[in-house]
């Protein structure tokens, strides 16, 4: 054992970290491309479209931040400095995944409206996702929900940076927006996917009670 006057080198564990990003990575990939296929060819999706989506604009350029918590999603896993916080964000996107795999099972959801289809790079990047993702797994919206734990991990990463928090809220909330402006998702399936991704924070607290 070290003695007390040694210095204490504190690691960050980025081989969990690795670890954590890539067996969840494949549990997304595995778990939505299934559900994916199980909705797509379900006879009677539902669907949560209302009155207020119907005002909803489609914006071609929000395919950027959309897209970009494909990459903030694994960086995440990166910008804890003890294992103990690691593994409750992984427990949470574990929880939030498991969960909408589930509903998209249960009760398949599907998008109704005609979906634009964009010129140019955003066009590419638009046929790219669409490609991956049938217009289905609607509800509740998992983009949202994974966004709301990437974006607690975030937060806690930039605590003694102020500027750096401010920006890295607005970007989030870009991203939140472009679940509606992509048309990817309704309304209430960002609502139902925001609340399943806090539901996660609160059932799985950064501090484990005593």
């Given at each position: 054992?070290?003695?007390?006057?040694?210095?204490?080198?504190?690691?960050?564990?980025?081989?969990?970290?690795?670890?954590?990003?890539?067996?969840?990575?494949?549990?997304?990939?595995?778990?939505?491309?299934?559900?994916?296929?199980?909705?797509?060819?379900?006879p009677?999706?539902?669907?949560?479209?209302?009155?207020?989506?119907?005002?909803?604009?489609?914006?071609?350029?929000?395919?950027?931040?959309?897209?970009?918590?494909?990459?903030?999603y694994?960086?995440?896993?990166?910008?804890?400095?003890?294992?103990?916080?690691?593994?409750?964000h992984?427990?949470?996107?574990?929880?939030?995944?498991?969960?909408?795999?589930?509903?998209?099972?249960?009760?398949?959801?599907?998008?109704?409206?005609?979906?634009?289809?964009?010129?140019?790079?955003?066009?590419?990047?638009?046929?790219?996702?669409?490609?991956?993702?049938?217009?289905v797994?609607?509800?509740?919206?998992?983009?949202?929900?994974?966004?709301?734990?990437?974006?607690?991990?975030?937060?806690?990463a930039?605590?003694?940076?102020?500027?750096?928090?401010?920006?890295?809220?607005?970007?989030?909330?870009?991203?939140?927006?472009?679940?509606?402006?992509?048309?990817?998702?309704?309304?209430?399936?960002?609502?139902?996917?925001?609340?399943?991704g806090?539901?996660?924070?609160?059932?799985?607290?950064?501090?484990?009670?005593?």
């Amino acid at each position: 054992m070290p003695s007390a006057s040694s210095p204490v080198i504190d690691i960050p564990p980025w081989r969990e970290a690795l670890l954590w990003a890539v067996l969840l990575g494949a549990f997304f990939v595995g778990g939505y491309t299934l559900t994916n296929q199980w909705a797509a060819a379900h006879p009677d999706p539902h669907s949560l479209y209302g009155h207020w989506d119907a005002y909803v604009p489609f914006f071609a350029w929000t395919i950027w931040p959309y897209l970009s918590l494909n990459l903030l999603y694994p960086c995440a896993f990166f910008t804890f400095v003890d294992v103990h916080a690691l593994r409750r964000h992984a427990a949470r996107i574990a929880l939030v995944q498991g969960v909408c795999f589930v509903a998209f099972t249960v009760w398949p959801t599907t998008n109704t409206r005609a979906l634009p289809v964009p010129d140019g790079v955003t066009g590419v990047l638009f046929a790219q996702l669409r490609a991956f993702e049938a217009p289905v797994n609607m509800a509740p919206s998992l983009h949202a929900a994974v966004l709301v734990l990437v974006w607690r991990a975030g937060v806690a990463a930039l605590h003694a940076h102020r500027a750096g928090r401010m920006a890295w809220h607005a970007w989030c909330a870009l991203i939140l927006l472009s679940t509606l402006t992509t048309w990817q998702h309704d309304i209430l399936d960002v609502v139902a996917g925001t609340l399943l991704g806090a539901l996660a924070l609160w059932l799985v607290p950064m501090r484990a009670p005593r």
